[in-house]
């Protein structure tokens, strides 16, 4: 369209990649400038990003900024680049996350600080082409480009074990990943079969996705599971999470603030883009599916929340409240409503903007007292009452206080899925009772009731930069818990195409025996779209 | 409508001026000197009951049939498309508030004796560390207290209603450093939570089924512009797409009551609130077992018109709280700390306005709300007072003979006594009347209702046997204060004083909204409230009152009187008479008493029928996720990988290889021979050539010899 005269996508792309190439050419004792130089690409590439905010046109359903360039032309790969609602929510997460990630880091890392701050600019570009990329081959690259940087920042900066934690996360995600290759290899080559003899197969993901629909059941199915494990190993879903509790109590905490708050939406990003089309016509197969992928994420959210009550490592136990979180995510995904979707995504915003906080506090306590285990802390709300009250407030964001974001997505997604299967619905509320339970007993161990460790005593509260790392956090869960509305009108209609093309039968609902007009949105007995 | 005045158009503010004042003792409140933080704490709550004042009077003025304003500020949720029953929906739910009486009794109740309880504890809590924050904290829950009561809808009203939960928490643990305190709010918000999970099914279902949560489109400017709960009930009952009775109905109101029982504290989720009396203060204890507890309450009033419908729900209702009532009073009767008593008696009062809900009387439900509401706060502020006089004892045991030595807080609480036992006369005698004549009204049409009924006559001798022992034990007989602590009593100041005074003042005169019953006409509030609990249109099932002469009405109340009377006399005869006779008592009946001492071990069946199973689950299940996933599967996947890297390396090494060698060894070892000569040593070399030379020579010398011969 007009804007494809634009490089927007691509400004926002590399300027974290830019940041990584001039710090290459730094000298490696000014650690210092590589500590400048990283903040300033970090709040330079969010600030980029903000124009997309400015320029998305309102009550946009397809891609937009679209750039497109040849590639790999013997094979059809091409450079191409779009944002949907969705897209831009992610990509401002993102930019977001990785410029207070790269804020917190100041004075935690100390050591090898330019490859530090060069693997975490990589990461930042690699993520986001993973949300920008219009081309499966292109966004391939870009999944597997974000995996060494993490397998670095994890196996260099990581504490003890991190080689084991580093290397499971490596071999689990490639294992993942492999199979994702067959998979768009598979849709590359059954879409060329289509074609007239010699034409040129293509990358282009709507493209592929429109193509399979017509594709058989069965290799739709094939397709779909192919596809499945990579996403659900990142995500992580039961029972591929097991690296997650060790990948984050290893990682230092800028990565496991991307691990948690980017790094997992790749997966639930992966489910709603790519997977949802590949589900098969056929309502019994579908069904099945479905009803598969609904059990994980219910298991999941439940089982996730179940063994948090256990964890003795506050940062394993983020990781199972992860698992649990994610869970929910899931859950709206493949109820396959507007609201299930829409939910989804801004549980996804909600889960970064939280669980992101959650592990900036906790290394804020590592950076002080050097472990993260739960029983080092207790009382530190009499030296640290401002930490206290932030942890408190973030805490509540994570259980699902109202008037804070987590609220709005959980209800958002619940309400999806209830329209679908109360019984659903039912299993999903038990994880909001666990979370408040496992949520308040950590906040209680922490936080609460005497100082038991000497070394707690005199623990300074909240210094300017910490504070200007979390307020942001702060202040964003409170916008999306009190008024939301924004954030549904970027969803809003990427949601409703998604929804028209994976489950039609749904609008058709509309005409039902008391009313014969079809979506009549502005029907007397319903909300009006508008106030007027 | 547009001539709505200032303060029915700014009904938004009345929540809105507690969240500034809380919002300024958060930011600030540590650098504020005690003056600021009480003109801020006690003047917000202050503006706030003016408001709701001239709201409520502006109601007042209005036709009966007119009284009900809305007001919608913005939209809030608006997450999408939505399937219903009706069709799909975009559904929204808006923050707005809405006034009705219903509301204007909750909105009068809640700022009024909210005001009162922040002008005591100025002085309760003037010597007492954390003073912002404890208002802070009081500010915040009386705006989420507004906020569940004016809520317009049933999401609004579930902030208000989990924002309340979260002030339990934060005022519970409000000494954060006692374990027993963390423990406590801990417990509240999870029993809490539990409850809300079934609100928040029910909350959908509502949604699923109307296609909105906005309570009703009535009081807004264009009502047909937008639906509600009321109007979309009324039109799928006129169609008859649902029928009264309907498992739709039966199913939200049932998940709705069980979010009821967790805030209200009603059987089975009652067993937070007598530990939400660790609150540091009566106050803290009082905003829960006043104030929180009645959102429950509430939540079904306001949504009696679904609850008309579903006959099984509202005698699950009236069942629950007529055992909660009575399960609760017999705790009541064997307890030692003056607040859990009060905590215990609460449950069972509430349980009281569950069993009017139950039966169809909401209204009277709503009245002994109010009523409760006034003699209760001032039973906890009596009973705070008391505390404070004794410098922190509790225990009923350790007092006595008060009565003469603290008289500004002995003559309230004697009233509040009075009160809430039902002597006539005082407020808790008209609401417990009505309450029982309700009963036994609906037991004229229907048998079965006979039992709620001498349920809650039982509740009103137990309520009164229970209450005059505490007023005994407190205040009268024999003094048993440690003689240390006898000195230092001390009357209150004027600040906890005054408050006790008004209290005791509607304690009294409350009921007599309901004294036009004596000469048999309706009562006046009753007929207020009507509007707001009318429902939809009667049908053949809807609930139906048996109508009895004024003869009977006044045989129901002597009825009452004869078991308040019973109640009082046992606990003369017990506690002040003879007091050793009730510890002979419970010296004869060992089992029965440890059964009501601990409280019937409920806490000990829950523990281990869920928590502790809930923790083996938990453990489990880690051993799983450590043992089985990480260390049978992946260490497992990494085994075979090992294993077959071996297999592959054999193979490579005897196979492969020793193919490729065996190869390598054939050339090898037919080259044998020649790699003999090929020493690459010169000298060798040179001999090899000369024996070759000489072989040759041997071999062809005679032909060198013919050749040589042929030249010559």
């Known amino acids: 369209m007009e804007h494809s005269s634009n490089h927007l996508l691509s400004v926002i792309l590399f300027t974290p990649l830019v940041g990584a190439l001039l710090l290459l050419f730094i000298p490696r004792e000014s650690q210092n400038l590589h500590r400048l130089v990283g903040n300033l690409f970090g709040v330079l590439g969010f600030i980029a990003s903000l124009s997309l905010l400015i320029h998305f046109p309102a009550g946009s359903a397809g891609y937009e900024f679209k750039e497109a360039a040849d590639w790999i032309p013997s094979i059809g790969a091409r450079y191409s680049l779009g944002a949907d609602g969705i897209s831009v929510l992610l990509v401002m997460l993102t930019t977001l996350l990785g410029m207070l990630a790269i804020a917190s880091s100041w004075s935690a890392i100390q050591q090898r600080t330019k490859e530090y701050y060069i693997l975490l600019l990589l990461l930042q570009t690699g993520m986001l082409g993973v949300f920008l990329s219009l081309d499966f081959f292109l966004f391939y690259v870009f999944w597997e480009v974000m995996l060494v940087p993490m397998y670095f920042l994890i196996g260099v900066w990581g504490s003890e074990r991190r080689l084991y934690a580093a290397i499971k996360l490596f071999l689990y995600t490639l294992a993942g990943s492999v199979i994702m290759l067959l998979a768009i290899l598979a849709l590359y080559f059954n879409y060329a079969k289509t074609l007239p003899q010699g034409a040129m197969g293509t990358f282009d993901i709507p493209t592929l996705l429109a193509a399979a629909q017509q594709f058989p059941d069965s290799l739709k199915t094939w397709l779909f599971w192919g596809l499945f494990f990579a996403f659900a190993v990142k995500v992580p879903m039961f029972p591929f999470h097991t690296w997650l509790p060790d990948a984050h109590t290893e990682a230092p905490t800028a990565g496991s603030v991307i691990l948690a708050g980017i790094v997992l939406k790749m997966g639930t990003y992966g489910f709603l883009r790519f997977s949802l089309p590949l589900l098969p016509t056929d309502a019994a197969l579908r069904a099945k599916i479905i009803h598969m992928v609904i059990a994980l994420s219910l298991i999941s959210i439940i089982y996730g929340a179940v063994v948090c009550l256990r964890q003795k490592d506050t940062k394993r136990l983020l990781a199972y409240s992860s698992v649990s979180h994610l869970g929910f995510c899931t859950l709206g995904i493949f109820a396959l409503t507007p609201q299930g979707l829409a939910g989804s995504v801004l549980q996804q915003i909600n889960h970064g903007i939280s669980t992101g906080a959650l592990f900036l506090l906790f290394g804020v306590l590592y950076e002080r007292r050097n472990t993260s285990l739960i029983c080092e802390f207790g009382g530190l709300a009499t030296p640290m009452p401002n930490f206290a009250a932030i942890y408190l407030i973030i805490s509540l964001s994570s259980l699902g206080m109202p008037l804070l974001n987590g609220f709005i997505g959980e209800f958002t997604i619940l309400q999806g899925v209830f329209s679908v299967s109360k019984t659903w619905a039912a299993w999903a509320s038990v994880g909001i009772v666990l979370g408040a339970a496992y949520l308040l007993w950590l906040y209680q161990r922490t936080m609460l009731g005497p100082i038991t460790h000497e070394a707690n005593k005199s623990l300074p509260d909240l210094n300017p930069r910490e504070y200007a790392v979390l307020l942001p956090l702060v202040a964003l869960a409170f916008w999306i818990g009190i008024y939301p509305r924004p954030f549904f009108a970027y969803l809003e209609k990427p949601v409703q195409r998604i929804v028209q093309q994976v489950n039609p039968a749904f609008y058709q609902l509309t005409t039902s025996p008391s009313r014969t007009s079809s979506i009549s949105f502005s029907s007397p007995t319903s909300n009006p779209v508008s106030p007027n | ?712």
């Open chain 2, 1 to 712: 409508m547009n001539s709505s005045g200032y303060f029915l158009s700014h009904l938004w503010l009345i929540p809105f001026f507690p969240l500034v004042s809380a919002a300024v003792m958060f930011f600030f409140g540590r650098r504020l000197p005690k003056d600021a933080v009480n003109l801020f704490c006690v003047g917000s709550v202050f503006l706030s009951f003016l408001h709701a004042m001239g709201a409520t009077l502006k109601l007042f003025s209005l036709p009966a049939d007119q009284r009900v304003y809305q007001q919608i500020l913005f939209q809030w949720v608006t997450p999408g498309a939505m399937p219903t029953s009706t069709g799909l929906v975009n559904f929204v739910a808006d923050w707005g508030c809405l006034l009705d009486p219903l509301s204007c009794v909750m909105v009068i109740v809640v700022t009024f004796v909210g005001f009162l309880i922040h002008v005591y504890s100025t002085g309760y809590m003037a010597h007492e560390g954390g003073y912002y924050r404890f208002f802070g904290y009081l500010n915040f829950f009386m705006f989420f207290m507004l906020t569940l009561v004016l809520a317009n809808n049933l999401l609004l009203l579930f902030v208000g209603w989990e924002g309340v939960g979260l002030c339990s928490y934060l005022l519970i643990g409000f000494y954060f450093l006692k374990k027993s305190a963390d423990d406590a709010g801990k417990k509240a918000f999870i029993v809490n939570r539990i409850g809300d999970a079934g609100f928040l099914l029910g909350l959908l279902l509502v949604a699923a089924t109307f296609g909105t949560v906005r309570f009703t489109s009535q009081g807004l400017a264009d009502p047909t512009a937008f639906s509600g709960i009321l109007q979309s009930l009324a039109s799928m009952v006129a169609q008859h797409q649902l029928a009264h009775g309907a498992s739709v109905f039966t199913t939200i109101a049932l998940l709705l009551f069980f979010g009821a029982t967790g805030k209200s504290a009603q059987i089975p989720l009652h067993a937070w609130l007598p530990d939400a009396m660790e609150g540091p203060t009566p106050v803290s204890a009082l905003i829960h077992a006043v104030t929180v507890v009645t959102a429950g309450v509430y939540l079904v009033a306001r949504m009696s018109a679904i609850f008309q419908l579903a006959p099984v729900a509202m005698d699950i209702v009236a069942i629950i709280g007529a055992t909660t009532a009575v399960f609760a009073a017999t705790i009541a009767l064997v307890q030692t700390n003056i607040k859990k008593i009060l905590a215990y008696s609460s449950i069972s009062q509430l349980g009281y306005m569950f069993l009017a809900l139950g039966v169809g009387a909401f209204a009277a439900g709503i009245f002994h709300l109010m009523t409760h509401a006034f003699f209760k706060a001032l039973l906890f502020l009596g009973a705070g007072s008391v505390i404070h006089s004794l410098s922190g004892q509790q225990d009923i045991r350790k007092m006595g003979g008060l009565r003469y030595t603290i008289p500004a807080t002995s003559v309230p609480f004697i009233i509040a006594t009075l009160a809430i036992t039902g002597v006539p006369g005082l407020s808790g005698f008209f609401s417990n009347d009505q309450i029982l004549g309700h009963a036994f009204n609906r037991h004229m049409m229907v048998d079965r209702y006979l039992a709620l009924w001498v349920l809650g006559l039982i509740t009103a001798g137990l309520t009164s046997l229970y209450m005059f022992r505490l007023l005994f034990e407190t205040f009268y007989g024999m003094s048993r204060i440690p003689v240390e602590s006898e000195g230092h009593i001390h009357e209150s100041p004027k600040t906890m004083a005054v408050p006790l005074m008004i209290l005791a003042f509607f304690s009294i005169v409350s009921g007599w909204l309901a004294l036009p019953v004596l000469w048999g006409e309706q009562s006046p509030f009753e007929r207020f409230l009507e509007p707001s609990l009318r429902g939809v249109e009667k049908d053949a099932g809807s609930i139906t009152f048996g109508h009895h002469t004024l003869l009977v009405e006044y045989a129901l109340m002597a009825g009452l009187v004869a078991f308040v009377v019973l109640g009082f006399w046992l606990a003369y005869k017990l506690y002040l008479e003879q007091p050793k006779l009730h510890t002979k008592l419970a010296a004869s009946w060992p089992r029965l008493h440890n059964l009501l001492v601990h409280k019937y071990y409920v806490d000990e069946i829950y523990d281990a029928l869920f928590v502790n199973r809930i923790k083996d689950l938990s453990t489990a299940l880690s051993f799983f996720d450590s043992k089985v996933i990480d260390g049978l599967c992946l260490d497992g996947a990494g085994w075979l990988v090992r294993a077959f890297s071996r297999i592959s390396m054999w193979w490579d090494k005897w196979v492969v290889d020793a193919l490729v060698n065996t190869l390598g060894w054939f050339p090898k070892f037919l080259s044998m021979p020649v790699r003999m000569f090929q020493t690459g040593v010169f000298s060798t070399y040179a001999v090899f050539i000369l024996i070759g030379l000489a072989i040759l020579l041997g071999v062809y010398g005679h032909h060198v010899q013919t050749f040589m011969r042929t030249l010559h």
